[in-house]
């Protein structure tokens, strides 16, 4: 079954960063990136961000030195760091059922919200490097099953998050009449914490379909994209929801196309080989695992993975004007939110709130009169480049 989703032209998209909470910046390549994965510098471009008009950022969840990341800062903690030196960011923490209970997410996750004032999100992420679990000595299960405890998962959280004495019974968990006081920040507009969540199979979709509140899609081109959320969109609509979508894009914004292609061109020629096979061989194993073989990574070719979420797909290069006007064409198909990444992310992620989003915004007001409506102008973000210091 396919469908559509409906496309709503008068809220302004929203916009996210990678937190580069690992070594090695975005691209396994070895030009040079400004980029540092420690707190002090995240610190900084989470500041320049949240001025330069984005509203979330994404804070990746890895154990293990893995493909160019040799080191990782973990996902929730550096999460609440990065909440407790901002005032309006809302900082998403991905994490992995399998690794976490539930319950004790959904009580870290209430702290974390009250601390920031309903600012925390979680990216429910459900697996792909088989040996940090096998390795901390934890069930590798296999792919479409890892998509049953993900899903159990994700309504306990829900479950814990809106409701006083909570039960539910299942194959992975099991929860007898808990209560976790105090409840979630209220925040209007917002029933709890926002439920991000990543994946691509069909498994993944359907997943997500059922009990996600945003689907991330990797990176892809129109037409890719479109088809991904046929399958979430299909797959909520028995039961009433409506997710939204998210896309992953690697931003690369020069004074010409030429030029940002240029760029685009060294980062392959400038690929870490060996790290980039070794990241393909596991991502594909585990996509190939899936009965109809469409796990994410399935289709990417050596250059995708350079970016391993695909992100040079979604072809965010060029001009300030053509990454603005192709941004707004994946809007007109249903994304609403833009994650993105760079290769030096407090430089560009500044450049693109002055440069890249005030043409976005003037698009977007155009393509919402073409369809009869108003770009509603009182949702979009604070933005104030002024005050960002260490
Ligand atoms: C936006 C996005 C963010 C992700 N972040 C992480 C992450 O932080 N850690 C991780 O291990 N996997 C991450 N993943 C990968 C998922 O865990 C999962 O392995 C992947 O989506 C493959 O699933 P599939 O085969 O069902 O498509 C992410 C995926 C997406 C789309």
Redesign the pocket.
């Known amino acids: 079954m396919s469908s559509t989703p409906r496309i709503d032209l008068s809220t302004p998209l929203k916009f996210a960063y990678w937190v580069p909470n690992v070594s090695g910046g975005l691209v396994v390549s070895t030009i040079e990136q400004r980029t540092d994965w420690s707190f002090e510098y995240n610190k900084k471009l989470a500041r320049i961000a949240e001025h330069s008009g984005f509203e979330y950022a994404?804070t990746?969840?890895?154990y293990a030195a893995s493909y160019g990341a040799e080191k990782q800062h973990e996902?929730t903690s550096f999460s609440l760091a990065l909440l407790g030196a901002t005032e309006r960011l809302k900082v998403i923490s991905?994490v992995?059922p399998g690794m976490w209970h539930p319950g004790v997410l959904a009580k870290f996750m209430i702290t974390a919200d009250h601390l920031s004032n309903g600012r925390a999100a979680v990216?429910i992420?459900?697996?792909?490097?088989k040996d940090e679990f096998v390795n901390f000595g934890l069930p590798w299960l296999e792919?479409d099953e890892r998509?049953v405890r993900t899903e159990e998962f994700i309504r306990v959280l829900r479950g814990l998050w809106t409701e006083q004495g909570y039960s539910q019974d299942g194959k992975y968990y099991n929860i007898n009449n808990f209560t976790l006081n105090p409840a979630p920040v209220d925040v209007p507009g917002r029933a709890h914490p926002e439920i991000f969540f990543?994946?691509?199979?069909t498994?993944?979709q359907a997943t997500a379909g059922r009990v996600a509140d945003w689907y991330?899609?990797?990176g892809k081109d129109l037409e890719g994209f479109s088809e991904n959320i046929a399958g979430v969109t299909a797959a909520a609509a028995p039961a009433g929801r409506r997710p939204r979508f998210?896309l992953?894009g690697f931003v690369i914004a020069r004074e010409s196309e030429k030029e940002a292609r240029e760029t685009l061109r060294e980062i392959v020629a400038k690929a870490h080989k060996p790290a980039v096979e070794g990241f393909r061989e596991a991502?594909q194993e585990?996509?190939a695992s899936?009965k109809d073989k469409?796990?994410?990574?399935a289709d990417s070719t050596f250059e995708d993975l350079i970016q391993y979420?695909d992100g040079f797909k979604t072809q965010l290069i060029g001009t300030p004007e053509q990454i603005a006007s192709r941004i707004v064409e994946y809007k007109k198909r249903g994304v609403k939110l833009f994650?993105t990444c760079y290769l030096h992310f407090q430089e560009e992620v500044e450049a693109f709130g002055r440069d890249i989003l005030p043409i976005v915004r003037e698009l977007e007001a155009e393509a919402a009169r073409s369809a009869g409506t108003e770009l509603n102008t009182d949702l979009l973000p604070v933005t104030a480049l002024q005050g960002v210091s260490d």
């Open positions: 994404l990746q969840t890895r996902a991905a992995h990216n992420v459900s697996g792909w490097l792919h998509y990543g994946g691509n199979s498994a993944a991330f899609s990797n998210g992953n991502v585990a996509g899936t469409k796990g994410m990574w979420n994650l």
